[in-house]
């Protein structure tokens, strides 16, 4: 799923692990990284993920100027429930989500738009938790 007014999307792409399973309690990732041919970017890379409706608010979204690889970046959190697992400007978009409950069963969609470009890349993810019993 995309939107592009350019028709300019072959330039870059999105890959997803498309279905995630995990055990209630345990870290999960949701695997998504892009690629983009534009050689010497240096605008804004803005990662948002939406869940169950891929047209809602995003839950998290963060943007990362794209000109310099040196320094962290503010879309990973250590304490915070969700945050990214890698860094946007290496095209690593993946989602971390921490100590999964049965609630945050669901669909996600991750999201990556470049500043200066009106088309963007969304695909979708299903998660699935599966509860322990002891």
């Not at 963060?62 to 860094?87: H, W, Y």
């Not at 690593?92 to 999964?100: A, C, E, N, Y």
């Not at 409950?101 to 963007?120: H, I, M």
Request: with cysteine; charged share 25%.
């Amino acid at each position: 799923m995309y939107s592009s007014s350019s028709g300019s999307v072959s330039a870059w792409k999105m890959t997803v692990s498309p279905v995630v399973t995990v055990s209630r309690g345990e870290d999960a990732i949701l695997n998504c990284s892009f690629t983009h041919k534009q050689k010497n970017y240096s605008g804004n890379i803005t990662v948002k993920w939406l869940a169950r409706d891929p047209y809602t608010e995003p839950f998290f979204q963060c943007s990362v100027k794209n000109d310099s690889m040196e320094g962290g970046n503010d879309c990973s959190g250590s304490g915070l429930k969700f945050s990214l697992d890698g860094d946007p400007r290496r095209g690593q978009l993946s989602l971390l989500i921490r100590k999964v409950q049965l609630t945050d069963n669901g669909t996600f969609f991750c999201r990556v738009e470049l500043e200066g470009r009106s088309d963007y890349l969304k695909r979708k993810i299903d998660l699935y938790v599966a509860g322990k019993f002891f």
